[in-house]
């Protein structure tokens, strides 16, 4: 049955090998079933319930990845998309409750499901400059490394120079630099796990140093009525907040895009032109799980690049998604695990996803200014402003403005122009 539905012979693998690569996959993202609701219980969200929404929108949108497109791609609510519901939507914006921002969340859904379904994707991917989609991804990572800094109590707030050092001889900040070490060391070496081994280490030693408490390991899911259609859909049709639902969509839409052809590439799935065959199925998991995660309680969902350690193992089919989907059911039984575990034990995971992402920077064309410098303004906008969203404003601002006084009006896509104009809009009028 697996042989047929799956076509395993056909893409060189069997059952043993999707098994493996699903639990491989799994080991390597398994740190989001913790982190996700540590980042968005700041907001006032119930840990518990957020923590069962985590598993089930990731579970969603693994089967339907599995099942229906038939990749072994596997996805959960996205690093970088929580902090920025978190701290720019939620508590950088007066005003603006944890409910609302599910409702963005929500709408961007909406939106990405009906560009999924008319093949407008294309049109929007293919306009946005390179060099800024390279600076989004960079942008995110620094922004994720500030984070991380902050939660190891690495840096802390100063009158007189914004940040500084903050108290390296905390035992909570030395487990944070000790986690970060051990992570990036088991990666180098090629062991599975390491983001979750690295977590729990730290959270291991703290307990035994009387840092925090041990509450357990297994017990029956919680409830997820706290967080359950919560979402605030009027609040979030709000005209000051439209900029948000498009921040939302637009970096999810990139993330994902960018995670299956890297992944699809590397697992030789792409076919003789270049292209990912059931492209519409692929998308239309991520689309329909950013809703009913929305729906259920949790920031946006979409597509791993950890995936990419299951396909290197061998997983070349739904099969290895389809496993990731049980094994976040299973996890579903570890919440008194998850509440076990403190923010700076979650700080080393947030740093190292940083260095991953911050690699965006070096395919930039640096020998193009006006591409270089709009890249630069968008990476460095984004940790110094404390916002996602500000930041690819500055980026799209300054390239098409660059552009225009350089008197390189060919490289201006009208797209570009108009994303550039509702940003100014916005500054100007709503913010």
């Not at 070349?316 to 923010?343: D, E, Q, W």
Request: one cysteine or more; a neutral charge; hydrophobic letters at 55%.
């Amino acid at each position: 049955m697996l042989e047929s539905f799956f076509k395993l012979k056909e893409h060189g693998t069997d059952v043993r090998t999707e098994v493996l690569a699903g639990f491989t996959t799994f080991l390597t993202m398994a740190y989001i079933i913790f982190v996700n609701p540590l980042i968005l219980s700041k907001t006032g969200m119930d840990f518990n319930a957020v923590f069962v929404a985590t598993c089930l929108a990731a579970a969603l949108g693994c089967a339907i990845m599995g099942l229906v497109a038939n990749y072994p791609m596997a996805l959960a609510p996205g690093m970088g998309l929580n902090a920025y519901f978190t701290y720019s939507v939620v508590l950088g914006s007066p005003g603006v409750t944890w409910q609302v921002a599910l409702g963005a969340v929500f709408l961007s859904g909406i939106i990405f499901l009906a560009v999924s379904l008319f093949k407008v994707r294309e049109a929007i991917v293919n306009a946005i400059p390179q060099s800024l989609k390279f600076a989004i991804s960079a942008g995110v990572g620094l922004f994720l490394g500030i984070i991380s800094l902050k939660s190891a109590g690495l840096i802390t707030g100063s009158p007189a120079t914004l940040v500084t050092l903050g108290d390296i001889h905390a035992p909570s900040t030395l487990l944070a630099i000790f986690g970060f070490f051990l992570i990036v060391a088991l990666e180098y070496r090629r062991v599975h796990g390491s983001i979750i081994i690295g977590i729990l280490a730290v959270t291991v030693l703290s307990v035994v140093l009387g840092l925090s408490e041990f509450k357990g390991v297994f017990s029956a899911p919680p409830s997820l009525a706290p967080t359950f259609m919560q979402m605030d859909l009027g609040g979030a049709l709000n005209v000051g907040l439209l900029g948000v639902v498009f921040v939302f969509f637009f970096v999810d839409l990139f993330d994902t895009t960018g995670t299956l052809v890297g992944v699809s590439h590397r697992a030789g799935l792409l076919d003789k032109d270049g292209k990912l065959p059931r492209l519409k199925r692929a998308l239309m998991a991520d689309s329909v799980a950013i809703v009913a995660g929305a729906a259920m309680g949790t920031s946006s969902t979409t597509a791993y690049v950890e995936s990419a350690a299951g396909t290197a193992v061998g997983g070349r089919t739904g099969l290895t998604a389809t496993v990731v989907a049980i094994l976040f059911l299973v996890a579903l039984f570890l919440a008194p695990l998850a509440n076990s575990i403190p923010p700076y034990a979650t700080a080393p995971a947030l740093c190292y996803v940083a260095v991953l992402m911050a690699r965006g920077l070096a395919e930039i064309a640096w020998d193009d200014l006006t591409e270089a410098a709009p890249a630069v303004v968008t990476a460095i906008a984004m940790p110094f402003t404390f916002s996602i969203a500000d930041g690819i404003a500055f980026g799209f601002i300054s390239f098409v403005v660059i552009k225009l006084l350089a008197g390189r009006f060919s490289d201006l896509r009208p797209a570009v122009v108009i994303i550039a104009a509702l940003w100014l809009m916005k500054f100007a009028f709503f913010h």
